[in-house]
Nanobody, 116 residues
Framework: QLQLVESGGAAVQPGGSLRLSCAAS????????MGWYRQARGKQRELVAL???????NYVDSVKGRFTISAEHAKNTVYLQMDNLKSEDTAVYYC??????????WGQGTQVTVSS
């Protein structure tokens, strides 16, 4: 019933831009927080950006000034605008949602590859 559908990953050159999207569906009255995690090959999954229902945001230091998380509430969708991409941004990006008492959900993941 509670699902996350994400898209937008691609292969780009350094300095390029991508926009990831994640749409939540189901009973959303306890959808409090959404965000993006990423996992590079051989590394732990890390939080990239997060947005709460109150509009507050958090970013990992390495993406501050380059990535922007936003929400389109009418569509129950969050976005991650990624500018000035670097090779170290290469990873599988996973959408994340906190549904309160119903727990967490993960999207299927989308590959972002930055190379020249």
């Amino acid at each position: 019933q509670l699902q996350l559908v994400e898209s937008g990953g691609a292969a780009v050159q350094p300095g390029g831009s991508l926009r990831l999207s994640c749409a939540a569906s189901g009973s959303l009255f306890e959808l409090y927080t959404m965000g993006w995690y990423r996992q590079a090959r051989g590394k732990q999954r890390e939080l990239v950006a997060l947005i709460t229902s109150g509009g507050s945001t958090n970013y990992v230091d390495s993406v501050k000034g380059r990535f922007t998380i936003s929400a389109e509430h009418a569509k129950n969708t969050v976005y991650l605008q990624m500018d000035n991409l670097k090779s170290e941004d290469t990873a599988v990006y996973y959408c994340y949602a906190n549904f309160g008492s119903r727990g967490f959900r993960w999207g299927q993941g989308t590959q972002v590859t930055v190379s020249s």
